[in-house]
């Protein structure tokens, strides 16, 4: 006769009620009710503890159409925060056409503000820009996302932008600084990036303090419907690499990611950066700062709009035409 006893069912910390999510790394388990008071009070104390923002400032959540930036515009917003999202369509096919849907449904549904920029409509697309510089699509990405964020900001008066970059992201990236011991990325590494000129605008992380899992459980509980896909120019990205090995290291140590990004910001960083990020100027085409005299955006659609004139001279001298200018 088999005399193995089944494991008993854990119960929630805070009401003993049959959980329905465990948290390894923080030896714990909630039912849902406590789980979703759980997971906005790790928000709440962030943005308290970091200083990110108060109740009076009005708040531009980067909305992706993914869990974690919708996570993040629905925390705050039950929180009592004023929020309006910013959403960028990159072009990128139908990964953007859906992510713009659902994102919109999102702010629609819940009656919301939201701010739309169409990458294609002004004339940078990602995989545009891509094709013809060649450049690796998450730096093109990120580049104009950066541009965007401080230009949109600023327009409409926002002193604040906030993000939705979890506990893996932080790590992930911690790691691969530390791996390259990249100073001036490890600089910038923080909850909350200061704004270094009137122009810039404070960048927060409000979910820095919890995991992918734990903002991807937090959607699945509050019915959020986001794009589950991964962007189609991620692949092969060594983030992902990172965030792979990051958690195997938590499977077999729970608790490994959490303390490596909040020891960095804790201890390490204050002793390490006693410096501070020097003084930007301001680009010379946009009038937005810059840490040298035509930003990194600028500079890229400059190299856009070079090769595409350089293209269109060779296709003319090939059929014997005269290229137009495009001046």
Not at 111 to 132: K, Q, T, W, Y
Not at 136 to 160: I, M, N, Q
């Amino acid at each position: 006769m088999n005399s193995t006893k089944l494991a008993p069912k854990p119960k929630c910390k805070r009401c003993r009620a049959p959980a329905v999510v465990q948290l390894h790394s923080h030896h714990t388990a909630f039912c849902k009710e406590c789980f979703l008071f759980y997971f906005r009070r790790q928000v709440q104390r962030a943005i308290e503890g970091e200083r990110m923002f108060t109740r009076e400032e009005p708040v531009l959540v980067a909305v992706s159409g993914g869990k974690d930036s919708l996570a993040l515009w629905e925390v705050l917003q039950h929180l009592g925060y004023r929020t309006t999202g910013l959403h960028l369509d990159l072009g990128i096919g139908a990964y953007s056409k859906l992510s713009r849907s659902k994102t919109e449904a999102f702010a629609r549904d819940r009656g919301l503000p939201l701010i739309v920029v169409d990458f294609a409509a002004e004339g940078h697309a990602i995989p545009a820009i891509v094709e013809i510089t060649r450049r690796p699509a998450c730096a093109a990405c990120g580049t104009a996302k950066r541009h965007h964020f401080d230009r949109v900001a600023l327009e409409h008066g926002f002193p604040v932008v906030a993000t939705g970059h979890n506990l893996d992201d932080e790590a992930a990236r911690l790691l691969g600084n530390v791996l390259r011991w990249d100073m001036n990325y490890l600089l910038r590494q923080t909850p909350v990036l200061a704004p270094t000129h009137e122009k810039f605008v404070r960048k927060v992380k409000p979910l820095f303090r919890v995991s992918e899992y734990e903002t991807a459980v937090y959607a699945f509980l509050s019915r959020i419907d986001y794009v589950v896909d991964e962007c189609p120019n991620a692949a092969g990205a060594s983030q992902l690499l990172y965030k792979d090995v990051l958690q195997r290291l938590e499977a077999e140590m729970p608790g490994t990611k959490q303390a490596f990004v909040t020891e960095f910001y804790r201890r390490v960083r204050p002793t390490l950066f006693r410096e501070e990020l020097d003084a930007p100027v301001t680009c010379t085409r946009c009038g937005l700062p810059s840490h040298r005299p035509v930003c990194r955006f600028c500079s890229l659609l400059e190299e856009v709009e070079g090769k595409r004139q350089r293209m269109q001279k060779s296709a003319a001298e090939r059929l014997g035409e005269t290229p137009t200018s495009t001046a």
